[in-house]
């Protein structure tokens, strides 16, 4: 079976960059949960279809049992893919089989926050780790560094200080671990 070449994660590339485009009126952020280990094949009919989406995909490293090393892309949030769509490309999107449901957002200024403060995460190129819910605690903001200007809340795990960014909507996240990093508590 022939190994797939690497795919885009959003489309367009400037999906989240700036205030939507004037002829995005009708345009709204819905999630997309897919059947089961679909997500990837959803975004590949998105893009032929010109659908906008965001589907954060993060770098696996796996070895196989003969001990090669394997890298893989995998979705950060398993089972959801954010798009920006009217009516009609909702529909040709739910006529793909592989959404077990669509689910509207309601606070669409706070998503697109979440997604670029993901994003941002994601292209500092630092392992990340999948957080499946999020605790409550204290909201801070990166004053310096690759990460400056995001906000996240800062957990402990394994005596490794990490900072969670979350995407309110789904209540899960992704962290990336601490080192000198300089804080400010906001809230």
């Not at 954010?82 to 959404?99: G, K, S």
């Amino acid at each position: 079976m022939p190994i797939l070449p690497p795919q885009p994660d959003i489309f367009p590339a400037d999906l989240l960059d700036g205030p939507p485009p004037a002829d995005a009126e009708a345009a709204r952020w819905v999630a997309f949960y897919t059947l089961s280990r679909r997500e990837k094949d959803l975004m590949r009919k998105l893009v032929a279809a010109a659908v906008p989406f965001y589907a954060p995909l993060i770098r696996r490293r796996l070895r196989s049992p003969g001990g090669r090393a394997r890298e893989s892309f995998v979705p950060l949030f398993a089972g959801y893919v954010f798009a920006r769509v009217d009516d009609d490309q909702r529909r040709a999107a739910l006529a793909t089989n592989t959404i077990a449901r669509w689910l509207p957002i309601v606070d669409e200024r706070r998503l697109v926050t979440d997604l670029r403060a993901i994003k941002q995460l994601i292209d500092t190129d630092q392992p990340l780790t999948p957080e499946a819910r999020i605790e409550p605690g204290r909201q801070v903001r990166v004053r310096g560094g690759p990460l400056r200007g995001l906000e996240g809340t800062v957990v402990r795990r394994q005596g490794s200080q990490r900072l969670v960014v979350a995407v309110q909507f789904l209540n899960q996240g992704a962290s990336v671990e601490l080192e000198d990093v300089d804080l400010e508590a906001i809230g």
